[in-house]
């Protein structure tokens, strides 16, 4: 199963350092079944981009309690998992995952641009009252969501990191 995992940077470095990371309680989103009851319309790829920006707002949680001094960008890394488990009692594109990821597993790792830092620092900021339900929160939240998050093959992750 695809499975879109919300991480930081410092997720990144660890996980081109070590050969593995575990992503914090292995939770990850993915297509799900639930997922594809809960929407009357759309095929694999777009309810597979609803997974996918689910994990880039939970990244964003991460984000919150991140101090490794890298820059504040959402990432999701996409695997390839056969032990994912829906989790429909948490959300609908939850899933959980057991054990590392090891970089093998990895399809690709997608990562806000430099020009979204500063709507990505002020999301970090608000996401608990954003989940709470505070409307001004989700105004900052859809500003960087707004931003699209760009893609990185496996092998490009050391020169992107580099590049920081």
Not at 51 to 78: C, F, I, M, N
């Amino acid at each position: 199963m695809r499975v879109y995992l919300p991480a930081t940077l410092a997720g990144v470095q660890q996980l081109l350092d070590d050969g593995a990371w575990m992503p914090l309680g292995g939770t990850g989103f993915a297509l799900t079944p639930a997922l594809r009851e809960a929407y009357t319309a759309g095929d694999d790829e777009e309810l597979a981009e609803v997974a996918q920006r689910e994990a880039a707002r939970a990244s964003l949680r991460l984000l919150a309690a991140d101090e490794s001094g890298l820059p504040v960008r959402r990432v999701v890394v996409v695997v390839e998992r056969a032990d994912a488990v829906p989790r429909p009692d948490l959300d609908d594109a939850v899933v959980k995952i057991s054990g590392p990821v090891a970089l093998d597993q990895v399809v690709a790792v997608h990562v806000d641009g430099a020009d979204a830092e500063s709507a990505v620092r002020a999301a970090a900021a608000v996401i608990d009252d954003a989940d709470l339900g505070d409307e001004d929160a989700e105004l900052v939240l859809g500003d960087a969501e707004d931003h699209d998050l760009g893609w990185y093959a496996t092998q490009e992750l050391p020169f992107l990191l580099d590049l920081l």
